[in-house]
């Protein structure tokens, strides 16, 4: 079984930064790609970075040049580093890991990490 855990949520004011970090753990052989999520209040889930194995990343428009994605695969640990945090980027942020285990692939998502950007 895989599963992750999110941390490094929080309240911040506008402007500021947060760094969220998420690692997978359990019967891995292989992690694929790797990203963030986040839900708020009303709206739908949408995707905000992801990364791929390689290193390749790909992010929202509402985020680029703001928030960036990184991983450390030897820990199977994805980051997201979030600068000049507005008041629309508060929601419940969620990791996702796809992958392998030596049996079959595995999607899974964490519980979630609040951020709330407010002065």
């Known amino acids: 079984q895989v599963r992750v855990q999110e941390s490094g949520g929080g309240l911040v004011q506008p402007g500021g930064s947060l760094r969220l970090s998420c690692a997978a753990s359990?019967?891995?052989?292989?992690?694929?790609?790797m990203g963030w999520y986040r839900q708020a209040p009303g709206k739908q889930r949408e995707r905000v970075a992801i990364?791929?194995?390689?290193?390749?990343?790909n992010y929202a428009d509402s985020v680029k040049g703001r928030f960036t994605i990184s991983r450390d695969n030897a820990k199977n640990t994805v980051y997201l580093q979030m600068n000049s945090l507005k008041p629309a980027d508060t929601a419940l942020y969620y990791c996702?890991?796809?992958?392998?285990?030596?049996?079959?692939?595995?999607?899974?998502w964490g519980q979630g990490t609040q951020v709330t950007v407010s002065s």
């Open positions: 996702n890991t796809l992958g392998t285990t030596t049996m079959q692939t595995f999607d899974v």
């Open positions: 359990g019967s891995i052989f292989r992690i694929n790609d």
């Open positions: 990364i791929t194995s390689g290193g390749s990343t």
